[in-house]
């Protein structure tokens, strides 16, 4: 775990967007507090005509200031939308066949829960991170798996690329998930439901980010 670079935000939409201008101007004062390294577009059950849409209201501005932006769930829709990249779990389909749809540039990360030899399959085929959760208890989305800190050390300790902590992640219980080893953490309602304001949790995630370095 020598050398590494500190942890970064991965910053996750809200469920549900609504107004997409009141929600791109709350996302420019999110990345403008913070230290955003990705953002990833997560909508389910909406139309592809939506997530289109919000990705050509959002990805824009994102991109202008320094963020990657990715889509989950869909390698085609990312390259429809000149997204960077893709985020898929285990029933999107296998690294290769999202790889031959969003090309060799493009940045491909695979779910793989609290499995260790998922992880090493995600790497072997050519993700470029893999994300380990859930860590805590969260209402964003249904957890089937509950990971524990030390896959993260354990991976900083043998696998080269990127780890990313998901689930139930806030400024007040990330410092134990970097401490551990997480390169990023993916934080959805940690932000957008922080009782201070997105912004302000955004900046608390960029502090402690500092200290843990």
Known sequence: MLNRDPARLYLITPPSI??????????????????????QLRLKDV????????????????????VACLINDRP???????????HIGQTDGSVVQARTTIGKEAILGVTCHDSRHLAMEAAEAGADYVAFGAFFDTATKSA?????LDILTWW????VIPCVAIGGINPDNG??????????????AGIWA????????????????Q???
């Open 18 to 39: 609504g107004d997409l201008h009141a929600f791109t101007k709350e996302l420019e004062a999110v990345i403008e507090a913070g230290d955003v390294a990705c953002l």
């Open 47 to 66: 139309s592809d005509a939506e997530i289109l849409a919000a990705a050509q209201a959002i990805f824009p501005l994102a991109q202008a200031m320094g």
């Open 76 to 86: 085609d829709l990312a390259r429809e939308t000149g997204a960077d990249g893709v």
């Open 144 to 148: 089937p798996t509950r990971a524990n």
């Open 156 to 159: 900083q300790e043998f696998m």
């Open 175 to 188: 410092a134990q998930l970097v401490r551990a080893g997480a390169d990023f953490l993916a934080v959805s």
């Open 194 to 209: 922080w009782p201070g304001g997105a912004a302000a949790a955004s900046a608390s995630f960029k502090e402690m980010f």
């Open 211 to 213: 200290t843990c370095a």
